[in-house]
């Protein structure tokens, strides 16, 4: 009699699906590795020195308004700030700071990471240049220093005198020639509004303009700043007595219109009968004659009170002021004897 068939002993037949399961585990695994070297490779990329070089200098790329992160990425490696285009703009999509750029003038370190560049390039850290009207600068002299920025453009509008404020101006590459200027102007009515809110009473400067336009005479007759209060003063007193202020300065400015005029102030000059010629006429000039300091408004519209009424300069830098027009002669004569010194050590 035949026996019944043994049973196999070993492994039981796979459930249905198993091995799907299985390949797609060992897949997914795969998967879950390659990911990970590629997010430890981005990684590096991300955090890696950029290209080095033999000058450390920082290197200027101007990113134009409207640009897309692949001529930005183009940009970039151009100026060799980044090694590679392409990876650049891979990190810059995957992190986020694709679309977050911002257009404008920028210095790169040597050797910075793509991950500092996109920082730069996220907070707009834009390099920021300085446009300096000196103080005592006339409207044409100031028009001429906005004509010389390589950085700004579009036309210099004409600039009223004394409407700016002496100032440095911090600026940006592409900013309009107009748009300073307007800063300028709006500087000048703030400070100016301020001063005169705290003017002292009863001056005989009756505008915020005529404040200006003192303002403007006493910045061009003394650069020192212990005497420009005292000048201001004096000048003041003369207005007050209905005296000629006698002011060479604005005789300077009816010859030139604000520009140096390179030499002594002829006889004709001071004969000339023209409105700045303050030995002719009494009261303030027309219009100012330069664009004053801060320093000049405040000393006009807050002066010392003093007697004087006449100054010169004493060889020193600075003047010699008196109240009398006998002791003013007496400083004329010194200040002359000191000049003919001078004179002939110079020969």
Do not use: C
């Amino acid at each position: 009699m035949t026996s019944p068939p043994r049973r196999r002993r070993g492994r039981q037949p796979s459930a249905p699906g198993a091995k799907l399961i299985a390949a797609l585990a060992s897949g997914l695994t795969t998967l879950a590795v390659i990911g990970l070297v590629f997010s430890a490779l981005g990684l590096v990329l991300y955090i890696s020195p950029g290209p080095s070089r033999a000058d450390k200098s920082p290197i200027t790329v101007v990113l134009r308004k409207g640009s897309g992160v692949a001529e930005i990425a183009g940009e970039l490696q151009r100026a060799r700030v980044v090694a590679n285009g392409p990876i650049f703009m891979a990190l810059a999509e995957i992190s986020g700071a694709a679309h977050r750029i911002k257009p404008g003038e920028y210095a790169f370190p040597v050797g910075g990471s793509i991950a500092k560049v996109l920082e730069k390039l996220k907070s707009g850290d834009v390099v920021r240049h300085r446009i300096t009207i000196p103080e005592g600068a006339s409207a044409a002299q100031a028009r001429d220093i906005l004509l010389r920025s390589d950085v700004l453009v579009g036309e210099a509008p004409e600039i009223e005198e004394g409407s700016i404020l002496p100032e440095t101006y911090e600026v940006l590459r592409g900013d309009s020639r107009a748009s300073v200027v307007t800063r300028m102007s709006e500087a000048m009515d703030r400070t100016l509004g301020q001063l005169w809110d705290k003017r002292q009473p009863n001056l005989p400067v009756h505008s915020p303009q005529e404040a200006i336009i003192l303002a403007s005479i006493v910045e061009k007759e003394t650069a020192s700043d212990a005497d420009r209060p005292k000048v201001a003063a004096v000048y003041i007193n003369r207005l007050r007595q209905g005296m000629k202020l006698d002011a060479d300065p604005t005789i300077i400015y009816g010859v030139t219109k604000g520009r140096p005029l390179g030499r002594g102030i002829l006889a004709s000059e001071l004969a000339a009968d023209t409105p700045y010629n303050t030995y002719l006429h009494t009261g303030l000039p027309p219009t100012a004659i330069a664009n004053p300091s801060r320093a000049s408004l405040a000393a006009v519209l807050d002066p010392p009170h003093t007697q004087d009424l006449y100054f010169v300069a004493d060889g020193t830098g600075g003047a010699a002021f008196s109240a009398t027009l006998e002791q003013h002669q007496r400083n004329v004569q010194r200040w002359r004897e000191f000049e003919k010194a001078r004179a002939q050590l110079r020969h």
